[in-house]
């Protein structure tokens, strides 16, 4: 019986790859060929004052860019009978496309989307009160001082890059993908990423929250800092040029923590398996453990404030530039 199945199953690989070879031939290696969707350019334009933006993408990327000009445009490339519906009411201009439930016959008929969708929004810089930003599958692009008091973005599988953005409270998700952040001003940010990299340099925020479950964690030259937090379950996490005038905390489950020309009146950095780096900008009282690893701390000066660190696997070496 199981003899029997085996030889059905390389049958059908066998039908489904010599497919694939006559279709490569017959669209000359072209992949896109496969795609049978009709693609379709639309343009809207706005007068209306704007003060919210809610954009729900599934399978476009989103780009947001700044305009001198004092009309909002928004242009599609999209798929003929998956449009977008957009709508500017109460001062909230409202982006959201078609949900994609496709069949495995849809799939059949039209092939996978192999070319380009894109949502691209020339907004003007200025305050906005809220935004809320969502794209299933897609990366998402947001380039410009915009004033926004709330702002959030979340891509479920794609990148996400933030430039230049001002924001009372922000929040930017990524569920898998590599998410960047760059220059701009927060009063608080929160950064989650689950799986894939993080990035963020050159901007200002009071408290930085950033969390990553699998990937790289990058921060530096963070200024007007007073607190910032960092977790990351398994990766390497790196903070470099960064003076918080209240708490530096770190943790770690898998990887190495390391700090260069940073500091704080409380330094906290806990790993499960992994050394700890650090090289500080003042000297601290040091409490520090490792179950397994070396020691190198130099001597307390408690006048500079308080640093602990502690590992279960993994050496410590800490230094004062």
């Known amino acids: 019986m199981k003899k029997g199945l085996l030889i059905t199953a390389l049958v059908i690989l066998g039908i489904g790859a010599a497919g694939v070879g006559i279709g490569l031939a017959l669209t000359k290696g072209n992949f896109k060929a496969f795609d049978r969707h ?8 706005f007068e209306g004052e704007i003060t919210n933006l809610k954009i729900d993408e599934h399978v476009s990327a989103l780009e947001i860019v700044e305009t001198e000009e004092t009309k909002t445009k928004i242009v599609l490339k999209e798929i003929a009978d998956h449009k977008h519906t957009v709508t500017l009411n109460e001062g909230t201009l409202s982006i959201s496309e078609a949900d994609w439930n496709l069949g495995f016959f849809d799939w059949f008929k039209y092939g996978p989307i192999l070319n380009e969708v894109k949502t691209t929004v020339y907004l003007p810089v200025k305050e906005y009160n809220e935004w809320k930003i969502s794209d299933n599958t897609g990366a998402i692009k947001i380039d410009g001082a915009y004033n926004v008091t709330n702002f959030k973005a979340e891509v479920n599988t794609g990148a996400a890059m933030v430039k230049d953005v001002i924001a009372k409270d922000a929040i930017v998700k990524c569920d898998t993908g590599s998410l960047m952040m760059s220059g701009g001003k927060y009063d608080t940010l929160t950064v989650e990423n689950n799986t894939g990299s993080i990035s963020i340099s050159d901007l200002t925020s009071a408290y930085l929250s950033v969390s990553e479950d699998t990937g790289s964690l990058k921060i ?6 007073n607190t910032l937090k960092t977790e990351n379950d398994t990766g390497s996490t790196r903070i470099e040029d960064v003076v918080a005038t209240n708490l530096i905390d770190s943790e770690s489950d898998t990887g190495s923590i390391t700090l260069v020309a940073c500091d704080a009146p409380t330094i906290n950095l806990r790993n499960g398996t992994g050394s700890i780096r650090a090289e500080l900008l ?5 409490n520090v453990k490792s179950s397994t690893g070396s020691i190198n701390v130099p001597d307390n000066y408690p006048e500079g404030g308080s640093l602990t660190a502690k590992t279960s696997t993994g050496s410590i070496r800490i230094t004062v530039k």
């Open 38 to 45: 009709e693609y379709v350019t639309n343009e809207v334009e």
């Open 282 to 286: 003042s000297g601290k009282s040091y």
């Open 220 to 225: 530096s030259k963070i200024s007007g800092c």
